[in-house]
Nanobody, 123 residues
């Protein structure tokens, strides 16, 4: 059974950086598309960034130029580097995985989920 464990969240000031990690186990990591979603209080879960098993990636317009997704197939880990953070980036960040070749943009298309890590950005 695939398991995903996020880490790296925290409390930072606006303009600072955080790097989230998601450790994958229980399957063949290189066969999965990986993604990050986030959910703020009172809002729906939204797509942040995704990376295909071959390495191609995409990100939401709201984070383009500030967030970078990457993966290390040797370490079975996907990362989200978040720079120039804003208060509106405050949310619980979730890692998701699906054994597909493309990057699904909606949460209902992902088979596996982590429990999330909180990132809070103060103004």
């Amino acid at each position: 059974q695939v398991q995903l464990v996020e880490s790296g969240g925290g409390l930072v000031q606006a303009g600072a950086s955080l790097k989230l990690s998601c450790a994958f186990s229980g399957g063949t990591f290189s066969a999965y598309t990986m993604a990050w979603f986030r959910q703020a209080p009172g809002k729906e879960r939204e797509f942040v960034a995704g990376i295909r098993r071959g390495g191609g990636s995409t990100s939401a317009d709201s984070v383009k130029g500030r967030f970078t997704i990457s993966r290390d197939n040797e370490k079975n880990t996907v990362y989200l580097q978040m720079d120039n953070l804003r208060p509106e980036d405050t949310a619980v960040y979730y890692c998701a995985a699906d054994p597909t070749w493309f990057i699904p943009p909606t949460s209902d298309q992902y088979m596996y989920w982590g429990r999330g890590t909180q990132a809070t950005v103060s103004s």
